[in-house]
């Protein structure tokens, strides 16, 4: 019934607004915002207070179209692999491809999220029969700067495992946009990256990370960044859909205190809040942790890392598998001992 009552809501402010008032009515703040929709509800200004992110999605929909796209059932479905048999298997399969869904991967610093970003950078580009999707990457970083390095250490394991890989086509098939700012993002967003889509063909887009450019604390950055967080969603998820590419975003990790205020009274949660956990699909969540092997000396104390569903409709809630950054890439330890003498 909620869910209705705001659908209503915003379609009543959009019929009322139109297209480009409400598109107006998104950018304002929200002193600013509120004698708008008084006029168009014939209430008060307390009564306002009642509108929800929810009701801000649903307004967003109405100028952009329908962004939650009807999930298309098929057993043949493209799946992007991790590039590891066990990480697969754990995920269905892979990664679902052309759905008009974000997948959002989330950790503190050295989980190794750009690792695996860079790997699926790689895997993307293999043919379909090993798990990619024989296409080009569009690739947006916000760091300032792209882990060549690192990249061509994975494109020489890579080369060596598929022979058929020619490691200066693999470097150049990644398309690197480097971002500074929110505004060049939402310019990025809006224009260049369809016409990188039209002309690359490219079916993976990643964005690392996302938090970076939302930084700011004032008060009327947050209401500010909760409407462009909106509408960077929105407009991912229509151009993801519309060009049948897989969407990869990145996220950091913040303290959020609970109960007492002490030092120890704090727990990991995702950067930018709801107004963004609304707009993914599927996240994870990537976590660093020590095995202990009791049995195997060599084994003992032995850092590894953990990848954990927080929330999908596709894969299990709450599922984890481990997994290991070494210099040839993101796998599982059973596939690293396997397949040490391949390498």
Not at 330 to 343: D, I, L, M, S, Y
Request: glycine fraction near 6%.
């Amino acid at each position: 019934m909620k869910q209705s009552l705001e659908e209503e809501e915003a379609r009543k402010v959009f019929e009322a607004l139109g297209t480009h008032k409400c598109k107006e009515l998104l950018l304002l703040c929200h002193s600013d915002i509120m004698p708008i929709l008084q006029t168009v509800f014939h209430v008060q200004k307390d009564d306002i207070f009642r509108l929800t992110p929810v009701f801000w999605q649903q307004l967003i929909s109405c100028i952009y179209g329908n962004v939650f796209l009807p999930y298309r059932v098929n057993c043949f479905q493209k799946r992007l692999s991790l590039g590891c048999p066990q990480l697969d298997k754990f995920l269905h399969g892979g990664l679902i491809v052309g759905q008009g869904q974000i997948f959002e991967f989330c950790g503190e610093a050295g989980v190794g999220k750009t690792q695996l970003m860079l790997q699926l950078s790689i895997v993307s580009q293999l043919e379909t029969k090993d798990g990619g999707l024989e296409s080009k990457v569009i690739y947006i970083c916000t760091s300032g700067r792209f882990p060549s390095s690192r990249l061509q250490q994975l494109i020489a394991a890579f080369v060596q495992r598929y022979p058929y890989l020619e490691a200066n086509l693999v470097a150049s098939h990644i398309i690197v946009e480097t971002v500074k700012s929110l505004e060049q993002l939402e310019v990025l967003v809006d224009s260049r990256l369809v016409y990188l889509l039209n002309n690359t063909h490219a079916k993976v887009i990643i964005i690392d990370s996302l938090a970076r450019l939302f930084r700011e604390t004032g008060l009327d950055a947050l209401q500010h960044r909760s409407l462009v967080l909106y509408r960077l969603g929105v407009q991912l998820k229509r151009i993801s859909y519309k060009h049948q590419a897989l969407l990869l975003v990145t996220n950091e990790m913040t303290g959020q205190p609970v109960g007492s205020f002490n030092a120890h009274n704090f727990v990991q949660t995702p950067c930018l809040g709801k107004a963004w956990k609304h707009n993914v699909n599927h996240r994870f969540y990537l976590k660093k942790m020590t095995l202990w092997n009791a049995f195997d000396e060599t084994q003992r104390n032995r850092e590894c890392r953990e990848l954990e569903v927080a929330f999908s409709p596709e894969y299990d809630s709450g599922c984890k598998i481990t997994y290991q950054i070494l210099l040839r890439g993101v796998c599982h330890p059973f596939t690293c001992g396997q397949e040490k003498n391949a390498w």
